[in-house]
């Protein structure tokens, strides 16, 4: 019986490297034939399930994209690929809360085993534009809100003009400039109201020293400099083992999480939904 099942193992994972090959040649129908097989075989091998569902990406079939990423991550919580593509899944049915938190949980997964990984940033990218659209999709309802309560005031001010023009005669100009100051304070006031969803620049402090992209994982170095993770590793590891802007000697043991950064560049982009836009 053990013989049995170490050999629909051995067999499972053949039929996976033979999946992976179609799928390398674009041959998406044998691929997600050879990964199905694979999970007849062994059923609770999440990558099996991940494999498929990238595959069924391919196809823009997303809900069995759902269906697989999800069997995925209950196999697996810390399934890097099968959170991303459950999230990309869900975007895709324009569930962006839920979608967003399965692509942080991503994110976090991903940072956590390797910073420098392709994935990671995709997965940022992806993230981000979720983020962005959800920003849009709310703020376009705040803006057309917005605009048909201050049409509404506007209205309620110029009757109340009218009406108290007809019980105050000798007082017109008085009245009129009355008017005049509440219709103005009434712009003021919707135009602060709009202030969070109107582009501006991005504070330089939020912002990497090397990319000048607004931050996703800052630390800070013994120097008292703040920079992307991923960024300065690379930096470390490519360009040499110093400070970019001191010059002094710098070792990725030395770098610590920058959490007030992080948590301001947080608070800044609940607020300014519009900076999640990538160029």
């Not at 402090?205 to 170095?221: E, G, K, N, Q, S």
């Amino acid at each position: 019986m053990v013989k049995g099942v170490k050999s629909g193992t051995i067999h499972a994972e053949q039929l996976k490297r033979d999946g992976n090959l179609y799928f390398k040649k674009n041959r998406l129908g044998a691929a997600i034939d050879a990964y199905t097989e694979a999970i007849t075989l062994s059923p609770n091998v999440s990558v099996y399930w991940t494999n498929r569902a990238v595959c069924y990406r391919k196809r823009n079939d997303w809900t069995k994209v759902e269906a697989d990423s999800r069997k995925a991550v209950e196999l697996d919580h810390t399934s890097v690929k099968g959170h991303y593509m459950l999230g990309l899944a869900l975007i895709q049915s324009e569930k962006y809360a839920q979608g967003i938190r399965e692509l942080q949980r991503a994110l976090d997964l991903g940072r956590g085993a390797n910073p420098q990984n392709y994935m990671v940033e995709e997965i940022w990218q992806e993230l981000a534009k979720a983020q962005y659209l959800e920003w849009e999709r709310n703020s376009t309802k705040r803006s057309l809100d917005l605009k048909n309560l201050k049409e509404s005031c506007e209205i309620a001010l110029i009757e109340k003009h009218f009406r108290d023009a007809d019980h105050v005669e000798g007082f017109i100009d008085e009245v009129t400039d009355s008017t005049s100051e509440q219709l103005e304070a009434l712009n003021s006031v919707f135009s602060k109201a709009t202030e969070f969803d109107t582009p501006t620049e991005i504070p330089d402090y939020l912002c990497c020293r090397i990319t000048l992209d607004i931050f996703r994982d800052p630390v800070m170095a013994p120097s008292g400099f703040t920079y992307e993770k991923a960024v300065i590793l690379e930096h470390l590891e490519q360009v040499g083992k110093f400070d970019p802007t001191t010059r002094q000697p710098l070792f990725p043991s030395q770098l610590v999480p920058n959490l007030a950064i992080k948590e301001a560049v947080q608070a800044f982009l609940d607020k300014h939904g519009w900076a999640y836009k990538m160029d």
